[in-house]
């Protein structure tokens, strides 16, 4: 499977896919307010196919409603049995059942198996009646399983594809090297062959410019256009870091690959590190570089392995592997 992520052209047309991502919206908190009415009526679990019936017959008589394909609800009723499959699951663990979102900040919604949508010649989509151009940046090759339409909060659209990729993969360069690596607060990586890569902090770097925006943005009326213009300035600031972040690991992960042909890596508690160091954590982002090292080296036919936390790596003898 591979993910490609594609720009919409602004377009007056766009508004109308904004306004269905808008009816996605009211869709799910509709399903959310039957799903607690139910339990607090009978005690139980609302059924995914119930859900998805009912609301198959509510969207017969809403003209909103109709605006969002047959496929996008069945979607959205699907993403809220797993949501809550997992609440059942990690109760425990302080895992939050799925709850109300704000229509203006609802973000997408998916259609599957090439219903409600269809590629035209060159950078052209079809998505129900109308026609929209998008930057079509590379080429969509192998079979569309999904096409999901995003809104970013600057209200930029994006078409966000997942292709079953039949093609071969890239030629593996054994390098025949093996390599350990150890995150760390003030070096981004150790490597076991004694080579530091420091993290550049991109958050940190642009922390005095997020102080200055959001200052900017609070000291606005409520409601007025020029706190909407001030909120778009703090959002951009926040994309820059994240682009310039996700820049950097792509760069750094091709890096490593070429180099070493097994990269090892400790199993991280992450929301641990988050609870003690905050924000440092969250500058550092080691879950989003782990994903796409991992894609990387998949790609590449590198091994990624990762040792348990737990294990006395640095007690055990590298001779007879006595602890």
């Not at 995003?150 to 209200?155: A, D, E, N, V």
């Not at 990624?304 to 936390?309: A, E, G, N, P, T």
Request: charged fraction near 30%; hydrophobic fraction near 35%.
């Amino acid at each position: 499977m591979k993910t490609l992520k594609f720009k919409f052209y602004k377009h007056k047309r766009n508004r109308y896919l904004k306004r269905t991502i808008n009816a996605a919206g009211a869709i799910y908190n509709h399903c959310i307010a039957l799903h607690k009415r139910y339990y607090r009526m009978w005690g139980k679990h609302l059924n995914c196919a119930k859900l998805q019936s009912h609301v198959a017959k509510l969207r017969k008589r809403n003209p909103l409603w109709q605006s969002v394909g047959s496929q996008a609800v069945q979607d959205i009723c699907q993403r809220i049995e797993k949501a809550y499959q997992l609440f059942f699951k990690y109760n425990k663990k302080k895992v939050r059942p799925p709850g109300f979102k704000k229509v203006k900040k609802y973000k997408s919604f998916t259609l599957k198996a090439r219903a409600g949508y269809k590629f035209l010649g060159g950078n052209r989509v079809k998505i129900g009646s109308r026609v929209y151009p998008f930057w079509k940046s590379r080429e969509i090759e192998g079979t569309v399983k999904t096409l999901t339409i995003k809104r970013t909060p600057l209200g930029e659209l994006f078409m966000v594809v997942v292709v079953d990729d039949d093609s071969n993969p890239e030629i593996e360069v054994k390098t025949g090297k093996i390599a350990g690596f150890d995150f760390g607060l003030k070096t981004f990586l150790t490597c076991s062959d004694g080579d530091q890569i420091e993290s550049p902090q991109f958050f940190k770097q642009s922390l005095n410019a997020i102080k200055k925006a959001s200052r900017q943005h609070s000291k606005k009326l409520k409601g007025s256009s020029n706190r909407e213009r001030a909120r778009k300035n703090l959002v951009r600031k926040y994309e820059d870091i994240s682009n310039r972040r996700r820049d950097w690991f792509w760069k750094l992960a091709h890096e490593l690959t070429d180099k070493f042909n097994i990269l090892c890596f400790e199993t991280l508690n992450l929301k641990g590190m988050q609870r003690l160091w905050g924000r440092k954590i969250s500058d550092l982002a080691l879950g989003e570089f782990l994903q796409i090292l991992e894609w990387v080296a998949k790609k590449k036919g590198k091994q990624l392995v990762f040792v348990d936390q737990w294990y006395p790596s640095t007690k055990t003898c590298s001779g007879c592997g006595h602890i």
